[in-house]
């Protein structure tokens, strides 16, 4: 388990990740101080029990004197949880899932409610080809991605789908 305890200047693209609506207010001049948590548990050996990952991250922001505060991000959030299975039906095969919260709104100044939600959901699973080749197709799904900036009465849900080709020389 590991825990962590940070305070960044906002403006200065340090946080590349989170909704569009706080991405914004973290624009402004101001010191966001972060916490997070996570940590991970492992099986004693490789199969129908998956490994777990958790993690969960929470934010505080200040801006500086002479911004105007209403309708910024006063706190966000963010968390994660992960399954991943090893060596499943073959040696060198895995499959996984997760679901979690980018960093979003939970708070803001003027006491309005951010509605800042939106979860991220993933599925894979990796295969060996050979020594050398490992494919892995993935399934991915964002609902409301653009949070508190998703037009009123949409969701814009998105779904998707990847292969990833991996070659070791």
Known sequence: MAAALVTIENGFGIIDYASPYTLRSYEQPGITTSTALSGYWQPPADGWIPSV??????????YRKG??????????????????????FNTGTAMGA??????????VFGGTNPDDAGYVMEWWTMLPVTDAITVTP???FLSRP????????QQLNQLGALVKTTLRF
């Open 146 to 153: 653009l949070g508190g900036d998703t037009p009123e009465g």
């Open 67 to 88: 911004v105007d505060r209403t309708g910024l991000v006063a706190v966000s959030q963010s968390w994660t949880v992960a399954m991943q299975w090893s060596d499943l």
């Open 138 to 140: 993935a399934l991915f």
């Open 53 to 62: 990952s958790l993690g969960w991250g929470w934010n505080s922001t200040r």
């Open 98 to 107: 997760a679901v979690g919260q980018p960093i979003i709104a939970t708070a």
